[in-house]
Nanobody, 123 residues
Framework: QVQLVESGGGSVQAGGSLRLSCSTSGYTCTNYHWAWFRQAPGQERKGLAFSAAREWQYITDSVKGRFTISQNETTVYLEMNDLKPEDTAMYYC???????????????????WGQGTQVTVSH
């Protein structure tokens, strides 16, 4: 059973940085896709960045230049710099089963989700 466990959220002042981690376990393959989403109170969950089976990645324009993604064998990361109050949200990592087409930011296409980690950015 694949599991995703997130960590690294917290409270920072505007202009600060955080690195979120999402530890993966249970995969027996490497051709899965993963992504970071966030959801602010009263808003829809929005995709931020994804990695397509480690072959290429995409970062949405709204955070490009401030957020980057990376991964090692078992953990995926979201590095966030120059944080702004509007980045305040619950952040989630998500991943697919192996061999699926790239889901981009269609949340319903992701099979596994982390529990979420809160990021709060103050003025």
């Amino acid at each position: 059973q694949v599991q995703l466990v997130e960590s690294g959220g917290g409270s920072v002042q505007a202009g600060g940085s955080l690195r979120l981690s999402c530890s993966t376990s249970g995969y027996t393959c490497t051709n899965y896709h993963w992504a970071w989403f966030r959801q602010a109170p009263g808003q829809e969950r929005k995709g931020l960045a994804f990695s397509a089976a480690r072959e290429w990645q995409y970062i949405t324009d709204s955070v490009k230049g401030r957020f980057t993604i990376s991964q090692n064998e078992t953990t995926v990361y979201l590095e966030m710099n120059d944080l702004k109050p509007e980045d305040t949200a619950m952040y989630y990592c998500a991943a697919t089963r192996c061999g699926k087409p790239v889901p981009w930011f269609r949340a319903f296409e992701y099979d596994y989700w982390g529990q979420g980690t809160q990021v709060t950015v103050s003025h």
